[in-house]
Each structure stands twice: as structure tokens, then as C-alpha cells.
């Protein structure tokens, strides 16, 4: 772990095995925090803090864009550590390193555009002034599905303005974010910044929230665990951030480019396996090519090579752990059970005898009464289903408990501005699927959580607002 800028073991030497997902061997051991290890990393993080805040924003700034650059320069290497322990392939390993350090390079801008406000007063004596503050020490929680990019999201823009990090990255896939510290580090932000703790999540995040010093609690996760997290942060009345997934719909009008469509879907739907958080995951299709597009859709998913990410021409690597391979099994036995067809895939390659492996599926027939439909699948898994128009579309659409992000296919201006409108959800794509970038704000609504990470919002959410009022 890293801890006052220093990589250190387990106080108390207990560890966790990290499994190749794709061979089902032990790739190595992490530590497992204990409590004094826990108490070293408040500690340092709050004396860390007190001194961090006060460097001008171009020193901040310089740093951090020196972070961007290291990552830029040890990509290759980190992406293949990536794919060891997370399972994705290769070129989308060194996709999400290079986007990590985007988000360096991002927020290496935005620390210098802190902007505060002055406000003229009741009379010309005095002096109203709005500022931004750091909030102090933040404790950030970050999956494995994009074990540096989810993690660079949190660290960037706390460090960017001022503040303080602890992370906890997923037990499953750390060794990126462990890059991210060294990177850190390399580029001379100061012992204490960041830390980095691994081991039991419930331990190290009750610990952490429940400690006074933290002041800032961000999550990546799923919405149970953000729900237990909010309880814990509701009793010291913390500052929160939180993006808990989605159940992303498609809507495929029947004006759009049918069979460019069907491929733009299959290809972002297998992307990392369908683990990803804005992963289209409910696929509506206008009734009058609903037909055709299956058939495009299903063309393309047959095309899709499966094997280990590691191997050059693999499209889709294993899912990361047998956990998701076992619920994306439940999925497709609850819609086959209630009607659903299986138009491709659905079962465990013969072929792989090895890693948790799941054939790209692609289920027709479905309802929304199946659980695919209402519970985040997190998993290769597509269904696909009709819609008649515009308020029947939005009706399907909208009927989850989820709002992360939509998507819609349309060559009409019309139908794309209301149907975007109309998704209760906080990121739209047009014809288009790739809408995670460092510019961009990222965030949902409903029970995808709230607060924005990414853009200039993204660094707000690690400040506080100073009023000041001066009589002269």
C-alpha cells in the first residue's frame, strides 16, 4: 500500500490473492489493512492536507500535468498488468490508461480556474466575496471494471483542488491504480497526497467514514453499496459524490442508418465485456425494423472473437470474476424461462476450458417483466425488444430505477431532440456510444447517484463555497 509516501505491507501481514480471470491462477497477494495501517493513512492525509491547500494553483497544476505525462510514457506497461488481473483486451487496456491520463492532463487546466466571484454590496464600503475551497481530505472508493480511469476521476480533481485522497481501489484490479501513486509520486506531489489502501471494503470504508478527518466521500459502485456508504457519511453529515451504474436503453428509431446501427450497438454493448457502467443494456427497436436490425446485431456479435485479453486479435476477454459470470447466467435462464429467445451465444465456450468465459449473448422475444430488463446486468448480455413510436419508447425507457446515461439512433433533428430530452437519464449519446471523455461532466440521476465527475464541474465537487463580507 502506499502510505505517507511510502510502499508498505500490512501492519499485521494478512493479504488477499488477486486471480487472473482469464487463467484462474493467483497472479500475486495485496495487503490487507489492518487498523493501524488505517490510522497512518488518516493521519497523514490530514497533515498532508493542511500543507497541499495552501500551494498556488500553477504548482498544483504543473504537477499534475507531469502525472499525464508518466502515464502517457509507462502506458504499454501498465495496460498489460491491467489485463492480467481485470481480463479486458489489450487495446482496451492502453485505452484506459491514456484516458487516465487525460483526466491528469484535464484538471492540470482546471486547477487554475478556481473562479470565485465579487459581488457589489448594499453600499460603497463594502466588499462581498464568493470563493472555492478545497474541503479537505476525501476518501474515494473505485470498482475494477475501470480500475485507473474510475480511480483517476477521483484523484485528479481532489488533488487538483487542493485536497487531500485516500483510494481504495477494488480488491479484484489495484495494480493501475498502484501505478497512478507511483506516477504521483515521479512527478513530485508531495508524501501524504495520496494514499492508497487495499484490503476489506466494509472495514477500510466504515473506518475511513466514520473518521473525522475525512471531509469528502466519492464512490464508484453499485447501489447497495452506495446506499450502505450514504448511511455512514448521513452520520458525520460528509460531503458526497456517487455514481452507482445504470441500465442504459437504446432507442432505435426507424428512420436511422439500420444496419450501422446494429453495428455501432454490438460492438460498444461487448466492449469490456458489457462491464461497464453506461454499457447499453436494454435495446429498443421500432417495431417496422426491429427484424432487420437483430439480424445486422447478431451478424456482428458472431463476428466477435473470445479468448484471453492477453492474445492478439481477442475482441472480448473473460468477465472478472466467477461472481459475474453466474449472475449473467441467472439473467438468461430468467428470460429463456419467461419467453425469451437466445438469437446467439448464451452458454460457456468449449473451447476455453480455463478463465470465466461467457459466449456474447443476444436474447429476442423479451419482456419487461424478465429481470435483464429492470436489474443492471453488468455482463455480455443483450436484449433486444420493439417499441411503436416516441411515447412508447420513452415509457420503456424510462421505466427502471436507473438514469446513467441513453442512447438514440435517428437521422431526424426532431426525434433526436425530443427523444433526448425525454430519457430521464444525465448523459445522451446520438448516433453514437463514446461518451465518457476527461471534458465531459459523467453522471446520472435517479439511482445512479448524484454529483458529476469529469469537466469543469468535476472539480467543485472537491470544494466548499467562503463567503466574505468586508466593511471597509
Same mark, same amino acid.
Given at each position: 500500500?502506499?502510505?505517507?509516501?511510502?510502499?508498505?505491507?500490512?501492519?499485521?501481514?494478512?493479504?488477499?490473492?488477486?486471480?487472473?480471470?482469464? +487463467? *484462474? $491462477?493467483?497472479?500475486?497477494?495485496? =495487503?490487507?489493512?489492518?487498523? @493501524?495501517? /488505517? #490510522?497512518? !493513512?488518516?493521519?497523514?492525509?490530514?497533515?498532508?492536507?493542511?500543507?497541499?491547500?495552501?500551494?498556488?494553483?500553477?504548482?498544483?497544476?504543473?504537477?499534475?500535468?507531469?502525472?499525464?505525462?508518466?502515464?502517457?510514457?509507462?502506458?504499454?506497461?501498465?495496460?498489460?498488468?491491467? +489485463? *492480467? $488481473?481485470?481480463?479486458?483486451?489489450? =487495446?482496451?487496456?492502453?485505452? @484506459?490508461? /491514456? #484516458?487516465? !491520463?487525460?483526466?491528469?492532463?484535464?484538471?492540470?487546466?482546471?486547477?487554475?480556474?478556481?473562479?470565485?466571484?465579487?459581488?457589489?454590496?448594499?453600499?460603497?464600503?463594502?466588499?462581498?466575496?464568493?470563493?472555492?475551497?478545497?474541503?479537505?481530505?476525501?476518501?474515494?472508493?473505485?470498482?475494477?471494471?475501470?480500475?485507473?480511469?474510475?480511480?483517476?476521476?477521483?484523484?485528479?480533481?481532489?488533488?487538483? !483542488?487542493?485536497?487531500?485522497?485516500?483510494?481504495?481501489?477494488?480488491?479484484?484490479?489495484?495494480?493501475?491504480?498502484?501505478?497512478?501513486?507511483?506516477?504521483?509520486?515521479?512527478?513530485?506531489?508531495?508524501?501524504?497526497?495520496?494514499?492508497?489502501?487495499?484490503?476489506?471494503?466494509?472495514?477500510?470504508?466504515?473506518?475511513?467514514?466514520?473518521?473525522?478527518?475525512?471531509?469528502?466521500?466519492?464512490?464508484?459502485?453499485?447501489?447497495?453499496?452506495?446506499?450502505?456508504?450514504?448511511?455512514?457519511?448521513?452520520?458525520?453529515?460528509?460531503?458526497?459524490?456517487?455514481?452507482?451504474?445504470?441500465?442504459?436503453?437504446?432507442?432505435?428509431?426507424?428512420?436511422?442508418?439500420?444496419?450501422?446501427?446494429?453495428?455501432?450497438?454490438?460492438?460498444?454493448?461487448?466492449?469490456?465485456?458489457?462491464?461497464?457502467?453506461?454499457?447499453?443494456?436494454?435495446?429498443?427497436?421500432?417495431?417496422?425494423?426491429?427484424?432487420?436490425?437483430?439480424?445486422?446485431?447478431?451478424?456482428?456479435?458472431?463476428?466477435?472473437?473470445?479468448?484471453?485479453?492477453?492474445?492478439?486479435?481477442?475482441?472480448?476477454?473473460?468477465?472478472?470474476?466467477?461472481?459475474?459470470?453466474?449472475?449473467?447466467?441467472?439473467?438468461?435462464?430468467?428470460?429463456?424461462?419467461?419467453?425469451?429467445?437466445?438469437?446467439?451465444?448464451?452458454?460457456?465456450?468449449?473451447?476455453?476450458?480455463?478463465?470465466?468465459?461467457?459466449?456474447?449473448?443476444?436474447?429476442?422475444?423479451?419482456?419487461?417483466?424478465?429481470?435483464?430488463?429492470?436489474?443492471?446486468?453488468?455482463?455480455?448480455?443483450?436484449?433486444?425488444?420493439?417499441?411503436?413510436?416516441?411515447?412508447?419508447?420513452?415509457?420503456?425507457?424510462?421505466?427502471?430505477?436507473?438514469?446513467?446515461?441513453?442512447?438514440?439512433?435517428?437521422?431526424?433533428?426532431?426525434?433526436?431532440?425530443?427523444?433526448?430530452?425525454?430519457?430521464?437519464?444525465?448523459?445522451?449519446?446520438?448516433?453514437?456510444?463514446?461518451?465518457?471523455?476527461?471534458?465531459?461532466?459523467?453522471?446520472?440521476?435517479?439511482?445512479?447517484?448524484?454529483?458529476?465527475?469529469?469537466?469543469?464541474?468535476?472539480?467543485?465537487?472537491?470544494?466548499?463555497?467562503?463567503?466574505?463580507?468586508?466593511?471597509?
Amino acid at each position: 500500500m502506499l502510505i505517507e509516501g511510502s510502499w508498505v505491507d500490512s501492519s499485521d501481514a494478512k493479504t488477499l490473492d488477486v486471480i487472473n480471470p482469464a +487463467t *484462474e $491462477e493467483k497472479i500475486y497477494s495485496i =495487503p490487507c489493512a489492518s487498523q @493501524e495501517d /488505517l #490510522a497512518a !493513512a488518516l493521519l497523514s492525509s490530514d497533515i498532508a492536507w493542511k500543507k497541499w491547500r495552501d500551494v498556488d494553483a500553477w504548482t498544483r497544476s504543473a504537477k499534475l500535468r507531469r502525472v499525464a505525462d508518466i502515464l502517457r510514457e509507462r502506458a504499454d506497461e501498465i495496460a498489460s498488468a491491467l +489485463t *492480467e $488481473e481485470q481480463g479486458k483486451t489489450l =487495446p482496451e487496456s492502453k485505452g @484506459e490508461i /491514456l #484516458a487516465t !491520463a487525460d483526466q491528469f492532463d484535464w484538471y492540470a487546466d482546471e486547477a487554475r480556474r478556481i473562479y470565485g466571484r465579487w459581488i457589489d454590496g448594499h453600499n460603497s464600503s463594502q466588499r462581498l466575496l464568493v470563493r472555492h475551497q478545497s474541503v479537505g481530505p476525501v476518501a474515494a472508493f473505485s470498482p475494477w471494471n475501470f480500475p485507473a480511469l474510475l480511480a483517476a476521476r477521483k484523484i485528479a480533481p481532489a488533488i487538483a !483542488a487542493g485536497c487531500s485522497i485516500i483510494v481504495k481501489p477494488a480488491e479484484e484490479a489495484p495494480r493501475s491504480v498502484f501505478a497512478i501513486g507511483k506516477a504521483c509520486m515521479d512527478a513530485g506531489i508531495p508524501a501524504g497526497v495520496i494514499n492508497i489502501v487495499t484490503g476489506n471494503p466494509s472495514e477500510i470504508s466504515e473506518t475511513l467514514i466514520r473518521s473525522n478527518i475525512i471531509r469528502k466521500v466519492s464512490l464508484t459502485g453499485s447501489v447497495p453499496v452506495g446506499q450502505e456508504l450514504l448511511r455512514l457519511c448521513a452520520l458525520g453529515v460528509k460531503s458526497v459524490s456517487m455514481e452507482l451504474g445504470g441500465h442504459s436503453p437504446v432507442l432505435v428509431f426507424a428512420d436511422a442508418d439500420v444496419e450501422k446501427a446494429a453495428r455501432t450497438c454490438a460492438r460498444s454493448k461487448f466492449r469490456n465485456n458489457g462491464q461497464v457502467c453506461i454499457s447499453a443494456s436494454r435495446f429498443f427497436v421500432q417495431d417496422k425494423i426491429a427484424d432487420a436490425f437483430t439480424a445486422f446485431f447478431v451478424n456482428e456479435t458472431q463476428k466477435m472473437k473470445l479468448g484471453n485479453g492477453a492474445d492478439s486479435g481477442t475482441d472480448i476477454g473473460p468477465l472478472s470474476n466467477e461472481r459475474r459470470r453466474n449472475a449473467a447466467e441467472e439473467l438468461i435462464r430468467d428470460a429463456v424461462s419467461k419467453g425469451a429467445v437466445v438469437a446467439s451465444g448464451g452458454r460457456r465456450p468449449t473451447n476455453l476450458k480455463k478463465g470465466y468465459f461467457l459466449e456474447p449473448t443476444v436474447l429476442t422475444n423479451v419482456t419487461q417483466d424478465m429481470k435483464i430488463m429492470t436489474q443492471e446486468p453488468f455482463c455480455p448480455v443483450a436484449p433486444i425488444t420493439t417499441f411503436t413510436d416516441m411515447e412508447d419508447a420513452l415509457k420503456k425507457a424510462n421505466s427502471t430505477e436507473y438514469g446513467l446515461a441513453g442512447y438514440i439512433f435517428t437521422e431526424n433533428t426532431k426525434t433526436a431532440f425530443l427523444a433526448s430530452e425525454g430519457l430521464e437519464v444525465g448523459m445522451v449519446g446520438v448516433n453514437n456510444m463514446i461518451l465518457a471523455t476527461a471534458e465531459i461532466p459523467f453522471g446520472g440521476v435517479k439511482k445512479s447517484g448524484f454529483g458529476r465527475e469529469g469537466g469543469s464541474e468535476g472539480i467543485l465537487e472537491y470544494t466548499v463555497l467562503k463567503y466574505i463580507n468586508i466593511q471597509l
